[in-house]
């Protein structure tokens, strides 16, 4: 059956203006859809000032005192860690340090009293010398001591009495001193010179004392150019605590030089030698030699 001419006319007509309702219908959706993104959008930018203004805030607030003793704690924890870290660092160092001067160098044990101990009558163990009658200082001071047969050339250092009688020792392992108070050498009376036989450094100046036979040569040069030369005599090793003051100090008739240092076993609780080394000479000659 054929549909009359004007139900299809009216079927198309109906049919437009339906595609036009729904392309309006369309538009209208997208421009709502467009405002809703811009009231997004502008919230959104609403919503990060107030976030950004709420962190301004709080960062002006003032600290509360319980933050701030927070802050204290974690602070005094970090310096209480470093200052553990370095006494540690420091307590190593000493602990390696005493290592070596104990074991580190060779006889390091024997010689720790020369680092450890100042400089006394306890290290060559020389009492008051009793040098009474016999302080002779016609001849010039003393400047250098040579002894060739060991090797010894050293300069010489005035050494004094200290507040308790005792002569102490000079104060580089490397030199000899002399008695200033005493007899100079080449005047009558015997002439004091001391010196270290050993150091944690090594052998000092004395230590081949011991190596010299009756005959030896000692050369003294004096400030004012000459030298005496003395001989010698004897070669003594004597305990300290029956040191011989009387015959090593004691007046004599002629100008007698006497040199000495440590000797014997090394005493590790008083960490000083036992004995004493006595190196006595006589003047043979001097003058501008």
Known sequence: MTRPRRDIQA?????????????????????????????????????????????????????????????????QSRFLGLRRAITGAIFGVLIALSAYIAFGDPGGASRAAFLSDPPSD?????????????????????????????????????????????????????????????????SIGPAIVVGHVDSVNGPAVFFRLKQLRVGDEIRVLRMDGTTAVFQVDSVQAYPKNTFPQSTVYGPTTDPVLR????TGTFDQASQNYLGNLVVSSHLVREGRL
């Open 11 to 75: 079927v198309n007509k109906q049919r437009s203006r339906a595609g036009t309702y729904s392309a309006a219908v369309g538009e209208g959706g997208a421009r709502v859809a467009e405002r809703a993104g811009r009231i997004g959008r502008h919230g959104e930018a609403q919503r990060s000032r107030a976030t950004h203004l709420q962190r301004r805030e709080r960062s002006a607030r003032p600290v509360s005192a319980k933050q701030a003793g927070a802050g204290r704690h974690e602070r």
């Open 122 to 186: 306890s290290a060559l163990g020389l009492l008051n010398p009793d040098l009474t009658g016999a302080r002779a200082h016609t001849a010039s001071p003393p400047v250098r001591l040579t002894v060739a047969s060991i090797g010894v050339n050293t300069t010489l250092q005035a050494l004094n009495l200290q507040a308790d009688g005792a002569l102490p020792v000079p104060t580089n392992s490397a030199q000899a001193g002399w008695y200033a108070a005493g007899v100079r050498p080449g």
């Open 259 to 262: 040199l000495i240092t440590c």
